[in-house]
């Protein structure tokens, strides 16, 4: 007979409680498992770039508005042509979904 004939359903909460705390047993063995010498503020923790100097963390710092310099220079002009429909009015944005999906929709309508 299956587990379901004896009264128990899968979304039991108490056999869901006691699978979890099982798991959570075998991941906490697992993790103590491993190695023990880590020392914390040692060269361990320190970044490693290739064997170079890492740089202090003001010049490693990124902007954001540099990461993806070389994206938008080359599809500048894409962008341009994109902006100038775009007004930051919801409504508008609303007007175009449903545009769209009337289209959409005549098209699925004459298509049969």
């Known amino acids: 007979m299956s587990v379901i004939g004896y009264g128990y359903a899968v979304?039991?909460?108490l056999i869901w409680i006691v699978v979890l705390v099982v798991i959570g047993v075998m991941v906490l063995v697992w993790?103590?498992?491993g190695q023990k010498g880590y020392k914390k503020g040692t060269a361990q923790t320190d970044i490693f770039l290739s064997g170079a100097r890492v740089?202090?963390?003001?010049?490693?710092?990124?902007k954001s508005e540099n990461i993806y310099w070389g994206f938008?220079?080359?599809?500048?002009?894409?962008?341009?042509g994109m902006m100038k429909p775009h007004t930051g009015i919801v409504n508008d944005y609303l007007l175009w979904l449903v545009g769209v999906l009337a289209i959409a929709i005549l098209i699925l309508v004459v298509a049969g």
């Open 55 to 62: 740089p202090p963390e003001e010049q490693r710092h990124v």
């Open 11 to 13: 979304w039991a909460p």
């Open 31 to 33: 993790r103590n498992r």
């Open 72 to 80: 938008f220079e080359s599809l500048k002009e894409l962008y341009s």
